[in-house]
């Protein structure tokens, strides 16, 4: 079998769930490959799953995984590795026992699979305990351990670090990381967290209202959002709405150059990105030329950037290292010269209503993801 037919392919997938209708959706992630949805709550994302799954059955289109179509088969024939937000584990078993059910339920009789993740997961000293005396991260480390010791060939993972702290996220995040650049069958996993996003995904998928608006590659969709949702997503702030003048957006005392294509006749609408934007003192020339004088309102100390509050109209919001605060000595009431570089800047045709239900129709596909496939992909 070649990596090819390894992969998870959803052809035109759609699905309800009341009044509430997901896709179509096409996508093809191929083994070795990461694929995150991302998307706001309520937009489809674990109804997607449940869909992959088996839980749900779709009323278009087809799930094939490793050349086979699945579509009709139950969850349990599927052979599909499952981690939800809250681990699900078995409370009457130990942490062992947790990790061992999958292979036993396959009847298989050797354990050195699951020993071996015991290990991997850092779980050797649990192994005895039940699930309720542990913390939330171990218990998602047992999920996921108990999901690969089965061998399955896909890992649908359901937002599973969302309802951890801070700390024992970005633990388990790091894991998680190293985890399924490792594995050699494809995985898609489910957040509205654009962080753990672009840590884990090879691809993003977004999805918004039930309808794919954009699939690229991570540092792609980042850097080039398709539509004002998706750059919202992605952490870009919307700066103001305004015309194109002689090929230059005038928004109050900011001029920005236009990006080509876009329609003269139209309003736009403008986003940044804040960790973009160059503060420098007046007494510095600005190195950006679309830069104006501004003063500074508020200094926000959050981790681990600072936010930089700046009146004028339109705001402007910057996010800076501590560092940089501290050697630039900004304070409030300030001036401070700000400067807005052209690849900090997205911008699109401000939608009408009509627009708007016409976006609604639209999927924003891209189906050969084989620049990120694992080289080196085999089935042990």
Known sequence: MTPADRALILDQLATTAGTFTLGPVDLHIDPGSVLVVLGPSGAGKTLLLDTIAGFRAPTTGRVLLTGRDITAL???????????????????LSVRDNIRF?????????????????????LEMLADRRPRSLSGGERQRVALARAL????????????????????????RSLLS???????????????????????????????????????????????PADPDVARLLGWIHLADGRLDHNTIRLGDLHLPAASGLPASKTVSVFYRPEAVEL????????????VTRTIQR?????????????????????????????L?????????VGLPADSLSTFPTLTPSDTSARSATVNTVSDMSATQNPHDHRP
């Open 74 to 92: 139950p969850p349990e024939r599927r052979r599909i590795g499952l981690v939800f937000q809250h681990a699900a584990l078995f409370p009457h």
């Open 102 to 122: 999958g292979p036993h339920a396959q009847g298989h009789t050797r354990t050195e699979r699951a020993d071996d993740l015991l290990a991997q997961f850092g």
């Open 149 to 172: 010791a089965a061998n399955p060939d896909l890992l649908l993972l359901d937002e599973p670090l969302s309802a951890l702290d801070q700390p024992a996220r970005e633990e388990l």
């Open 178 to 224: 190293d985890l399924l650049a490792a594995l050699r069958i494809p995985a898609v996993h489910v957040t509205h967290d654009r962080d753990e996003a672009l840590t884990l995904a090879d691809n993003i998928a977004v999805i918004v209202d039930g309808h794919l608006r954009q699939t690229a590659p991570a540092h792609h969709i980042a850097a080039h």
């Open 280 to 291: 420098t003192l007046n007494r510095t020339p600005a190195a950006t030329p679309a830069a």
């Open 299 to 327: 200094l926000v100390p959050t981790t681990p950037l600072s936010r930089v509050q700046i009146s004028g109209e339109p705001p402007v919001t910057a996010l800076i290292l501590h560092r940089d605060l501290a050697r």
């Open 329 to 337: 000595g900004l304070r409030p009431g300030q001036q401070i010269t």
